[in-house]
Nanobody
């Protein structure tokens, strides 16, 4: 069984910063891509950033403000969020495309709330 656990969410004022972490655990043979998504009430889940083989991609809405990074030895992905805006308020989820005993699958964390006050 593979599990992803996010941490680091919370309440921050506009202009502030937060760093999210997501650790993968369980029987993993290989993790390919890892990514961060968010979902605000009444909206669809939005891909913010992904990282694979050292290459990163970002949504236009966070480019220049958010930075994704990864520690392969720890099976952990990070999202450094700077210059936060009230519209960044959402539940943030990480995911991983990984190979486990059951083959290649996409795994999701349960999410962590980020609230940005104006």
């Amino acid at each position: 069984q593979v599990q992803l656990a996010e941490s680091g969410g919370g309440l921050v004022q506009a202009g502030g910063s937060l760093r999210l972490s997501c650790a993968a655990s369980g029987t993993l043979f290989k993790i390919n891509a890892m990514g961060w998504y968010r979902q605000a009430p009444g909206t669809q889940r939005e891909l913010l950033a992904s990282i694979t083989s050292g290459r990163t991609t970002y949504a236009d809405s966070v480019k220049g403000r958010f930075t994704i990074s990864r520690d392969n030895a720890q099976n952990t992905v990070y999202l450094q969020m700077d210059s936060l805006k009230p519209e960044d308020t959402a539940v943030y989820y990480c995911n991983a495309d990984a190979i486990s005993w059951s083959g290649s699958s996409t795994f999701w964390g349960r999410g962590t709330q980020v609230t940005v006050s104006s």
